[in-house]
């Protein structure tokens, strides 16, 4: 009898621990760290190949969305990451080598752009922060570049993108757009636009 209530106790602190180890296990969207080399527990390198798979292995608690997208550029792989709120948190875009290959498992990532306020990268920046966090991060060492509709700030395989908005001055004379291949670093620090996304390992260029 004494043994019985002994197994049972041992039991109960198996399954309390098995608990543990499998909730601390879980990766929530709050936790998730953008850095030069990895997002959450996935990996990034330029070479290293990916696939769905990968993808659904890192994030089992996440949905995982794959498509063959096309516009302006190749055919490309687009696959998406989201929460059970079905917001999306970041995707991958692959561009299809053989164009008439679609079915490709394995693929490189050329672009991962996060777009959700929950995921932070190594420098605790997210979407939704001002640029001039960005600034006083890493300071005004940052490459500058022009979007098709936006502009893009960063170096070191993590870039933030934002739009400078003219001043109600300007806008009250008529000027109510930006060129972005006209924004300059001054307009940008004076600005201090809100940053919309942020991308590896190069600015979003769509």
């Known amino acids: 009898m004494k043994h019985s209530k002994v197994s049972r106790i041992f039991k109960i602190i198996f399954i309390y621990l098995l608990s543990l180890i499998l909730s601390t296990s879980s990766l929530s969207a709050e936790e998730f760290v953008l850095s030069q080399t990895k997002i959450g527990r996935l ?31 190749p055919d490309f792989h687009w696959i998406g990451i989201s929460n059970k709120e079905k917001e999306l948190l970041f995707y991958i875009v692959s561009y299809l080598e053989e164009p008439d290959n679609k079915n490709t498992n394995l693929y490189n990532i050329d672009l991962l752009t996060v777009t959700s306020p929950h995921i932070k990268d190594e420098h605790g920046i997210k979407v939704g922060d001002y640029l001039d ?14 979007n098709h509709f936006d502009n893009s700030i960063g170096n070191s395989n993590l870039f933030y993108q934002f739009t400078v908005k003219p001043s109600e001055k300007l806008r009250s004379l008529g000027l109510d757009y930006f060129n972005p291949e006209n924004v300059t670093l001054k307009q940008v620090i004076e600005s201090n636009p809100i940053i919309t996304s942020i991308s590896w390992p190069n600015p979003r260029w769509e």
Do not use: C, M
């Open 133 to 146: 966090k960005v600034i006083k991060s890493r300071g005004e060492n940052l490459l500058l570049s022009a």
């Open 43 to 73: 990996i990034l390198t330029p070479n290293s190949p990916i696939s769905v798979k990968i993808i659904k292995k890192a994030f089992p608690e996440y949905s995982v969305t794959h498509e063959i997208r096309s516009g302006d550029s």
